[in-house]
Every structure is written in structure tokens, then in C-alpha cells.
């Protein structure tokens, strides 16, 4: 388990009947202390009118007490669970976490690792598109057919409703961007969904129908000792998880983008802690081959991607796929078939170097060395908009190469950059392979800062 620290704020649910929920301060409380946590869509429902959000304005009212039947239907629900479960306390982000440009939201976004893990369940509400929506609604009854015999008992057939995919990985819950580490770091998770509720903890997952069911995706990322299980199981490298753990957070969406690079930083300080690998801007840090790889980043899909408009204190620098919009891929790379450069360096103190992605209040610039190279001899050009194509700018740092002392023979796997300032200030504009001779090799390398 993480730190023991309490979440800031938790809902008191009372007992059975209790008509009035508190919200209240967890200083001085003893722990360890059983809660439950709610993770939802919130929707347009509700939220724009500030039903089931607490803001400086209404803090002090919540904490003497909100009226149970004015809170949106997925809370109220929620609460009704956490009491037949005999849980005193509820954690819901839009209740628990003061909202606005004045609240908490920043602080409390970098404690997610512990809010999630240390609760005693995570209720999870796939069947609800909004907040407004609730969890528990009467079911669709399953369709049967009865059957004679020839000993005349009755044979009755079911509909299979045993769909752990469709119910909950394709639920629009788990389209979106903050609840992938919501699942992730809970140790225990109850589904609800249209056609039945899932179980699932360290031993797998549970239907109600009493069928164990296997989903490797689900158990690599259900496990409530991520990644500790899967480290042990396998002999993939750190840097490895980092990137399927990037590639799976890419296809997710956002209600605001600028929470990219926040909604990852729990399972990122997992990772960095049980790999001993620290990471930045989605980028992994500590060795050449794991800067290497992470900076090979693709657009997964032709159309290319969109920069995202951030506050100007946490612009992510343009060589993080944090700064975009879209789904990511990787240039195909196999172990121990690339030398990665050992003269690309990220500028910086080794401080701010050991944050995760969101948490810095400056962004971060790498020192590389670039090259000319002619766009009609790369073997395979990805680049990152739809416009950086055609920019006459461009030049290329060489990130890695095919093991060999013959430059001639070796396939370079290149960062495509363009002017970003004045001087020797560039932009990362998308990734390349490339063989020699589309190369300026015989031309000194000029120093570079990426931004």
C-alpha cells in the first residue's frame, strides 16, 4: 500500500435513513481508515450548474451538511452502497476536492496514488454517462428458453451475459483519461454495469453468475500490487511498462486536455518507484536507452496530432506527447538491435529532472546535437502535425543507431526538429528512420536546445 496518508476531505454517509450527508476534514484522524471511492463520468449534467460540487463559496455549507436527495443521482447512489457495505466514509472527487480556480484541485491531483490505493473499494459506475445518471437502476431481465425433457424436469437456457470487454473496458467510463489509474491503483473494484455487476482484486475477476474470468489487460493493470506481479512474472524491461502504460493512456479522452500530463502522475510515481526509473513529460529518464526509446513516440494515426493549449507554466515541451492531443505509438524498436546516443541530455536541475510528468511548474529542454539531412532518402518519416511536413527548417538529431562500425550500413533512427526561437532553439516536429545516406555525416553537428 502507499503512504497512509488520508484523503484531505471525506464524506461522512451516516447511518440507514439518515437524510444528511457531512463532509469532513480527515486532520487528526486515526489510520488506517476504511473508505470507499466513486469513480464516474461527470458529464454536462449537473456540473455546470455546481450540483455535487463543492467550491470555496459552499465549502462550509457541505461541512455542516448537504441534503442527501439534492445530490446527483450517481452520489446518491454511491452513498447507498457504502452504507449496505457498513463503510462510514466515501471519498467523491467533485464533493472531496474544492473545485474552481481558488480550491485544491492541483494539490490533490499529486495524491492520487494514495487516495486510491489505500481505500477500502472502488465503486465503479460504467453504466452512467453523467453524474445526473445513476448505477443502480433496474436491469433488463435476461432472455431464457425453456426446454422439455425426457425425463420431463425443464432444461432452461440463459442469455450469456458474462462480457467483462464490452461492460467495462468499452464502457464510456473507461474512455476517459482520469480513470485509467483510478482502476489501477484501487486494490479492490466492484463494476456496475447495464447487465450485472464484476468483481475484481488480486485473485481475478468474478461474475455474478460465479464464472472467474481471465483478461490479460485487466489483470495487468487490476492488480492491486501493480507492477510488482508483472515484474516478477516477465522479463520485460522497465522502460517497456512505461510505454504500453503511455500507449494505453494516449486513446483516452479528456473533458479539459491540459489534465494529460496530471491525470497519469499516480500510476507514475508507481512506476517510478517499483522500477526505480524516474520519468518526465512521459519521457523515462536514466539510462540512454530508455531516453532513447521514449523519445521515438509516434501520432498513431496519419492525421498527425494537436497541440493542446496549456496555462504558460505547464506548457509541456514539444518533444512530449503530452503536449498533444491523440493516440501515441512507437517506432518499432527490438532490444539490443540500437546503439542510443549518449550525448542527448535533458537541461535542468536533478531535482526538477526526478519530477513525473505534471508536476513541474517550468518545462524542460533537451541538449542534442543535429544534422542537414535530405527528406527524399528517409525510409519512414512520422510527423507529428499535419503541417510539419512541409516545413523547409528542418534538420534531424540522431537518437539512435543499428550496432556497427560501418556508418554505411547502419539504419539511424532520427528526432525531426524545426526553428523554435532565435539562435539554436528548436522544436520537435516528429521521428524518422533513415539510412546514411540521407545523412549529413561529414558535416560537424550543431549544437542544439529542443524546447
Avoid at 103 to 127: K, P, Q, T, V, W
Avoid at 128 to 134: D, F
Avoid at 420 to 438: D, F
Wanted: hydrophobic share 35%; with cysteine; aromatic share 8%.
Amino acid at each position: 500500500m502507499s503512504p497512509s496518508r488520508l484523503p484531505t476531505r471525506l464524506l461522512n454517509v451516516g447511518g440507514d435513513g439518515s437524510s444528511i450527508i457531512k463532509l469532513q476534514k480527515t486532520k487528526g484522524m486515526n489510520t488506517p481508515l476504511n473508505y470507499i471511492v466513486l469513480s464516474f463520468v461527470w458529464g454536462s449534467g449537473g456540473t455546470s450548474t455546481g450540483e455535487g460540487l463543492t467550491f470555496p463559496h459552499n465549502i462550509e455549507d457541505h461541512e455542516r451538511g448537504i441534503d442527501f436527495s439534492r445530490l446527483p443521482k450517481a452520489c446518491r447512489d454511491a452513498i447507498t452502497i457504502t452504507r449496505e457495505l457498513g463503510i462510514e466514509y466515501l471519498w467523491i472527487d467533485s464533493l472531496c476536492i474544492v473545485q474552481g480556480p481558488d480550491g485544491d484541485f492541483a494539490e490533490e491531483a499529486r495524491s492520487m496514488e494514495g487516495i486510491f490505493n489505500n481505500s477500502y473499494c472502488l465503486l465503479a459506475a460504467c453504466s452512467s454517462s453523467s453524474i445526473q445518471q445513476g448505477f443502480l437502476e433496474p436491469r433488463q431481465p435476461r432472455r431464457t428458453v425453456s426446454l422439455g425433457s425426457l425425463t420431463g424436469e425443464a432444461l432452461v437456457l440463459c442469455e450469456l451475459v458474462d462480457d467483462f470487454e464490452r461492460d467495462v473496458d468499452l464502457s464510456p467510463l473507461y474512455s476517459r483519461g482520469w480513470t485509467l489509474q483510478e482502476r489501477t491503483l484501487a486494490r479492490r473494484t466492484i463494476f456496475f454495469t447495464s447487465k450485472q455487476m464484476y468483481w475484481q482484486c488480486g485473485e481475478g475477476i468474478r461474475c455474478e453468475t460465479l464464472t472467474k474470468m481471465s483478461n490479460f489487460r485487466a489483470g495487468l493493470y487490476g492488480s492491486p500490487d501493480f507492477p510488482k506481479s508483472f515484474l516478477a512474472k516477465t522479463k520485460i524491461s522497465p522502460v517497456s511498462i512505461f510505454k504500453d502504460l503511455y500507449k494505453t493512456y494516449s486513446r483516452l479522452q479528456f473533458s479539459n486536455w491540459a489534465d494529460r500530463p496530471i491525470a497519469i502522475l499516480g500510476l507514475e510515481h508507481r512506476l517510478s518507484r517499483e522500477t526505480g526509473c524516474k520519468s518526465r513529460h512521459g519521457i523515462v529518464l536514466g539510462k540512454p536507452e530508455y531516453l532513447g526509446q521514449s523519445l521515438m513516440w509516434r501520432a498513431a494515426t496519419e492525421t498527425g496530432m494537436c497541440t493542446i493549449k496549456f496555462p504558460s507554466q505547464r506548457q509541456p515541451p514539444s518533444w512530449s506527447w503530452m503536449a498533444y492531443t491523440g493516440e501515441i505509438s512507437y517506432l518499432d524498436l527490438r532490444p539490443g538491435e540500437v546503439e542510443w546516443e549518449s550525448s542527448i541530455s535533458m537541461i535542468g536541475t536533478e531535482s526538477s529532472a526526478n519530477e513525473c510528468s505534471g508536476e513541474s511548474s517550468t518545462s524542460s529542454s533537451l541538449s542534442a546535437q543535429c544534422l542537414d539531412f535530405n527528406r527524399e532518402n528517409l525510409a519512414e518519416a512520422c510527423y507529428d502535425g499535419p503541417e510539419d511536413a512541409a516545413r523547409e527548417d528542418q534538420k534531424c538529431v540522431i537518437v539512435g543507431r543499428s550496432p556497427g562500425s560501418d556508418d554505411a550500413q547502419s539504419t539511424f533512427y532520427l528526432l525531426l526538429i524545426a526553428r523554435g526561437g532565435p539562435g539554436n532553439i528548436y522544436l520537435r516536429i516528429g521521428v524518422a528512420l533513415a539510412e546514411s545516406k540521407a545523412l549529413s555525416l561529414r558535416v560537424s553537428p550543431e549544437d542544439v536546445v529542443i524546447i
